[in-house]
């Protein structure tokens, strides 16, 4: 069975500080991960993805991830946070046996000038 | 990108009739396509898989009489909300698979979300 942890339901950091949402999975065969933005009232945006390549992944707007399989976890990060990322952000997990997705609760990133 | 589109954006109806709302791959051909619910603050909620013609599997709790899904084209489905009472109130994303490949599933590519208001 396949399960991802967002571990924090809220992160604030201030402009140009580092950005760090936790990620973490279970998953019962090899796994792909995804990390996904929402803003207000809007759809969902795919950030970046793991699909068993690089384990360090690097996404849209400045933001990476790196896959760390002995920790079973999926971290995104991002070196200097900018207003324009206050959002919503979703860790993905899908495994390659099933057509399933499995979203984590959010985290949601508020930015402090 | 892959982009989809959804409409309408927003929608605002009388309890006890029906709303459609459609799901598009505008650059690509979706398979699958899946339709999520989300509540205010809360994360996503899969409501059923659709592929192209074949009935939508949906998942547990989801009425399939009152969520009716249609998957007539490679780049098109609908989901329509039958009889909507003020509980249906809620935000409904699709999202469209580009197919899978020897890496795993294909990424899911998601629309803008319809806001759908019961009164």
């Known amino acids: 069975a396949q399960s991802v942890t967002q571990l924090d339901s809220h992160v604030s950091v201030s402009e140009g500080t580092p950005v760090l949402l936790r990620c973490n999975y279970s998953s019962s065969y090899s796994p792909s991960l995804f990390w996904y933005v929402q803003h207000p009232n809007k759809g969902l945006q795919l950030l970046l993805k793991y699909t068993s390549a690089a384990t360090l992944v690097k996404g849209i707007n400045g933001f990476e991830a790196e896959f760390k399989k002995s920790e079973t976890s999926f971290h995104l990060t991002k070196p200097s946070a900018h207003m324009s990322d206050a959002a919503e952000y979703f860790c993905v997990v899908s495994e390659s046996r099933s057509s399933k997705i499995i979203f984590g609760s959010g985290t949601r990133l508020s930015i402090r000038p | 990108g892959a982009v989809v589109s959804q409409h309408p954006s927003w929608v605002i109806c009388k309890s006890g009739t029906s709303v459609k709302i459609e799901c598009r791959s505008l650059d690509f051909q979706a398979t699958t396509m899946f339709w999520y619910r989300q509540f205010p603050k809360q994360s996503l909620m899969l409501m059923a898989t659709?592929?192209?013609?074949?009935?939508?599997?949906?998942e547990q709790g989801v009425e399939k009489d009152k969520f009716l899904i249609n998957h007539a084209s490679l780049t098109l489905s609908t989901l329509t909300v039958t009889s909507a009472h003020p509980e249906d109130s809620s935000f409904y994303i699709c999202?469209?698979?580009?197919?899978?490949?020897?890496?795993?599933?294909?990424?899911?590519?998601f629309g803008p979300g319809t806001r759908l208001t019961v009164l």
């Open positions: 659709s592929n192209e013609g074949s009935k939508a599997t949906y």
């Open positions: 999202s469209a698979r580009q197919g899978s490949g020897r890496a795993g599933p294909g990424t899911q590519y």
